[in-house]
C-alpha cells in the first residue's frame, strides 16, 4: 500500500512540475454564467386530503399548488488546462432530494462545486473532485431539455448527484470514459460508521449527433462497516434522432444489493423505459412514453404494500418553445401499482392520475 500511495505521490508531482513549465497554463480562463427558473402547477384526479403526490419522486410533488420546483445560478470557468463548476440552487427539488439526513440538508443549496486540472498536454485525461451533477442516464437535473417534464422512474430513483474524485478520458469526440470514487449513493457527506468508497463509471459513445449510447455502474454501500450490504447498479441507455422530427430514447437500469452483511443472494430491482419524441414544428413537440418499475424487497423504493413497488406508468407531453430561453410544457401521467400506493380523499388506491404544467426560462 505505501509503495501504491508513493508511486501515486510522485505521479502528481511529476504533473505539477511539467505543468509550471507549460505554457499552456498561462493565460486568463473564460467565466461562462447561466441561470435556470421553473415555476409549476400540479393536479391529481384522486384529490387527496394531503398536499404530498405520492411517487411522483423529488419534482414537482404538490397537488392543486402553484410552486417554484427548480432555480439555479451556475458559473462555469473554462481554460485549457483546468476548469471549474460553481452552482447554487433553491426550490421545491433541493428541499426535498436533499433531506435524507442533517448532513446532506446543509448543502441543499449546492447543486455543484468541483475543479478540475488536465493530466496530460493533449488534454484528453483529467482529474475533478468535488460535487457533481450524476452522470447515471439520460435525464438532467435542469429540465429545460429532457424530453418529458416529469423524470421517469429510473432517474428520480437513482442519483441526481454525486461527490468525490473522478478521471475522465476523452481520446476522441465520440468517446468519453470516466471512473468515480464516490462518498456513496446520492451522497455528499459520507454516512456514519461507512468507511469504505464507492466506485461509479461511465462509458458513452456518441458516433454522431443523432446518436448517443451510455453505460453508467455503480457498486458500493452506504451502510455502517458493520452491516455492509454491497449495492451494484447498471443503467443503460441510447438515444437516437431516426428522423429530422422524430426521436427515440430507450433505458434500463438493474440494480442488487445483498440481503445480508456477506450474504451470496441479492434483492434486486429493475425499471425499463421507453420515450418516443416527435417535433411538430420549430415551437412544437409531443412526446410519449411507457415505464414500469419493480422493487419488490423495496431496497430503493418504499412501499405500503407488503410485496413491494411494482408500477407502470404511461404519460404524454406537449412542449411549446416561443424562443430557445422559455419553454411552456404540460404533461398528463397515468400510473398503477401492484399495491394501493396512491392517496384518494382519506384512503388509497392502486392507481392515479395527474396532470403538470409548467413554464422555464433558461440563460445561457
Not at 398536499?51 to 402553484?66: A, I, P, S
Not at 493533449?122 to 435525464?139: C, P, R, V, Y
Not at 447498471?234 to 434522432?241: P, W
Not at 423495496?298 to 406508468?313: E, H, L, M
Request: glycine share 6%; hydrophobic share 35%.
Amino acid at each position: 500500500m505505501k509503495k501504491i500511495i508513493l508511486s501515486l505521490f510522485i505521479g502528481f508531482v511529476s504533473i505539477f512540475s511539467s505543468a509550471q513549465i507549460d505554457s499552456a497554463w498561462a493565460g486568463e480562463p473564460t467565466i461562462k454564467w447561466s441561470a435556470f427558473a421553473e415555476a409549476y402547477y400540479a393536479y391529481t384526479a384522486n384529490q387527496p386530503d394531503e398536499r404530498y403526490l405520492y411517487y411522483q419522486g423529488v419534482n414537482y410533488t404538490r397537488h392543486n399548488e402553484m410552486g417554484l420546483n427548480h432555480a439555479m445560478l451556475k458559473a462555469n470557468l473554462k481554460h485549457s488546462k483546468y476548469r471549474g463548476n460553481v452552482a447554487l440552487q433553491a426550490g421545491l427539488y433541493p428541499i426535498l432530494n436533499y433531506s435524507t439526513t442533517p448532513d446532506e440538508s446543509l448543502f441543499r443549496n449546492v447543486m455543484e462545486a468541483n475543479v478540475g486540472i488536465a493530466l496530460n498536454k493533449k488534454n484528453t485525461w483529467w482529474l475533478d473532485a468535488g460535487i457533481f451533477n450524476s452522470h447515471i442516464g439520460f435525464e438532467s437535473v435542469v429540465s429545460f431539455d429532457n424530453w418529458t417534464l416529469t423524470r421517469s422512474f429510473m432517474a428520480e430513483y437513482s442519483p441526481y448527484y454525486m461527490s468525490g474524485g473522478k478521471i475522465t478520458h476523452q481520446p476522441n469526440e465520440k468517446w468519453e470514459l470516466m471512473a468515480m470514487v464516490t462518498n456513496g449513493w446520492q451522497r455528499i457527506v459520507k454516512s456514519t460508521g461507512n468507511n469504505r468508497p464507492s466506485i461509479s463509471t461511465l462509458l458513452k459513445y456518441t458516433p454522431s449527433k443523432k446518436t448517443t449510447v451510455g453505460w453508467a455502474t455503480y457498486a458500493g454501500s452506504d451502510l455502517p462497516d458493520s452491516n455492509r450490504r454491497m449495492r451494484y447498479f447498471s443503467n443503460l441507455y441510447g438515444q437516437f434522432q431516426l428522423t429530422e422530427r422524430l426521436g427515440l430514447t430507450a433505458a434500463i437500469d438493474v440494480g442488487g444489493q445483498q440481503e445480508f452483511k456477506d450474504s451470496e443472494f441479492y434483492q434486486l430491482w429493475y425499471t425499463p423505459v421507453v420515450i418516443v419524441r416527435y417535433q411538430m414544428s420549430d415551437k412544437w413537440a409531443v412526446a410519449v412514453r411507457g415505464e414500469y418499475y419493480e422493487d419488490k424487497n423495496q431496497v430503493v423504493v418504499p412501499s405500503r404494500d407488503d410485496d413491494g413497488f411494482v408500477t407502470q406508468g404511461s404519460s404524454i407531453n406537449f412542449d411549446f418553445k416561443p424562443s430557445k430561453r422559455i419553454a411552456c410544457r404540460m404533461e398528463t401521467r397515468w400510473l398503477r401499482s401492484q399495491g394501493k400506493e396512491y392517496r384518494r380523499g382519506d384512503y388509497y388506491v392502486n392507481d392515479n392520475v395527474y396532470a403538470v404544467a409548467s413554464i422555464s426560462i433558461l440563460i445561457d
